[in-house]
């Protein structure tokens, strides 16, 4: 005769379990320097993907600081740092923090 298990009988890792191991996230705060991928290279303003949960902009009058012939080499793909400066948004706020190398 064949006895059937109950489905509470079968031993299962618990959500938490798996969530801690496959979840390593660390909020982001405000002024953190992280690597950023640029996605877009609008005419006022970048976009960066910053291996967080949110992309990130760097809005105009950060872009301006910028030295014209450094801002003009951007492109999609390049990895800059930028400094979060504002988390509130939608989109995180993002200040280029590559500024010292301005001229180079």
């Not at 002024?31 to 291996?51: H, K, Q, R, Y």
């Not at 740092?81 to 993002?94: F, I, K, N, P, R």
């Amino acid at each position: 005769m064949m006895s059937l298990m109950h489905p509470t009988d079968v031993q299962k890792p618990g959500w938490a379990s798996l969530i801690k191991e496959d979840y390593d996230y660390t909020r982001p705060r405000r002024w953190d320097v992280l690597e950023a991928t640029i996605l877009s290279v609008g005419e006022n303003d970048l976009v960066v993907d910053l291996g967080t949960k949110q992309d990130g902009i760097v809005p105009p009058k950060d872009l301006e600081l910028l030295d014209d012939a450094y801002r003009d080499r951007l492109k999609i793909g390049d990895l800059v740092d930028v400094a979060l400066t504002d988390l509130s948004a939608a989109y995180y706020s993002a200040l280029s923090s590559k500024m010292d190398e301005v001229g180079q």
